[in-house]
Nanobody, 125 residues
Framework: QVQVVESGGGLVQAGGSLRLSCTAS????????MGWFRQAPGKEREGVSC????????YYADSVKGRFTISRDNAKKTLYLQMNSLKPEDTAMYYC??????????????????WGQGTQVTVSS
């Protein structure tokens, strides 16, 4: 049984930082591309960042480029998202997901097979 669990969300002031973590069990972590999505109330889910199975290829949405950094530790089966210079518009539920393929310039929800329950990030102004 595959389990994907996010942690690290919380309340932070604008300009602050948070580090999200995601652990995945029940799958061969190193065989999957991993990504972070987010969804704010009343908005569509947005692909934030993705990393290939062999760390070296990454994708970032334009809205987070230069502020967020994705990384993974395959030995620990853990995915990270370091979020700096947070803005109120970053407020959303953040989801971790695993995909069997990596696309260079886009993140498609349909590619991601396994999903976590999400962790809430709230940025106050």
């Amino acid at each position: 049984q595959v389990q994907v669990v996010e942690s690290g969300g919380g309340l932070v002031q604008a300009g602050g930082s948070l580090r999200l973590s995601c652990t995945a069990s029940g799958l061969t972590f190193g065989d999957y591309a991993m990504g972070w999505f987010r969804q704010a109330p009343g908005k569509e889910r947005e692909g934030v960042s993705c990393i290939s199975w062999s760390p070296g290829r990454t994708y970032y949405a334009d809205s987070v480029k230069g502020r967020f950094t994705i990384s993974r530790d395959n030995a620990k089966k853990t995915l990270y998202l370091q979020m700096n210079s947070l803005k109120p518009e970053d407020t959303a539920m953040y989801y971790c997901a695993a995909a069997s393929l990596y696309r260079t310039n886009v993140m498609l929800s349909a590619d991601f097979r396994y999903w976590g329950q999400g962790t809430q990030v709230t940025v106050s102004s």
